[in-house]
């Protein structure tokens, strides 16, 4: 008996883009921050983007080092590569007041070193807070995550703050930080207080 060949799948293999935008998060959280954006990350999903959060990496002043080292290798990698998405990178520095010394100089060094700035006052927990209300008095961090901890059951700072984002109302974040935002005289910048 004659075997026949073999047919052919009539399927198309999709190819997978490679993403064209490499954005590395630096944060001195690590539970808080790395959760919210892998979340941020599963929901809205990455594409053509790849996201990398290196956490924890310390007080403010030491976490902005700490992201140009990476911005600085990532240059170095880039000179000598043909791809074109090592070429396109971002390198945020991620942190908040928390009553920590030296804010300002933190945010100087970043500014100087080419590395964006989402900065938190005075805690991150006002970012997810901003998906489910407008929010912008001043309060402490501890009364933030108290009330953080009422709008979203699940999250518990003390035990490692899971954040379930409200994903109906996922612009809202965005929009009502727009309302949250101040300027600095004394360096002349402007920063929202939230990422």
């Known amino acids: 008996m004659r075997d026949f060949p073999k047919v052919p799948s009539l399927k198309r293999e999709v190819e997978k883009l490679k993403p064209k935008v490499e954005i590395i998060i630096v944060c001195e959280g690590k539970n808080t921050e790395p959760q919210y954006f892998e979340e941020c990350v599963d929901y809205y999903g990455a594409g053509l983007v790849s996201l990398r959060v290196i956490a924890p990496a310390g007080v403010p002043i030491t976490l902005v080092r700490a992201a140009i080292t990476e911005r600085n290798e990532l ?106 935002r101040f300027t600095s005289p004394a360096l002349r910048y402007d920063v929202a207080r939230c990422p």
């Open 75 to 180: 240059l170095r990698r880039m000179r000598s590569t043909r791809d074109s998405y090592g070429k396109c990178f971002r390198v945020w520095a991620v942190f908040d007041r928390d009553m920590h010394p030296s804010v300002e100089k933190a945010i100087q060094l970043a500014l100087d070193n080419h590395i964006d700035i989402a900065f938190s006052d005075p805690c991150f927990e006002l970012w997810p807070l901003l998906h489910l209300m407008n929010y912008g008095a001043m309060s402490d961090r501890h009364a933030l995550q108290a009330l953080l901890a009422t709008h979203m059951p699940k999250y518990d700072h003390a035990k490692g703050a899971i954040i379930d984002c409200q994903r109906q109302i996922e612009m809202s974040a965005f929009l009502q930080s727009r309302n949250v």
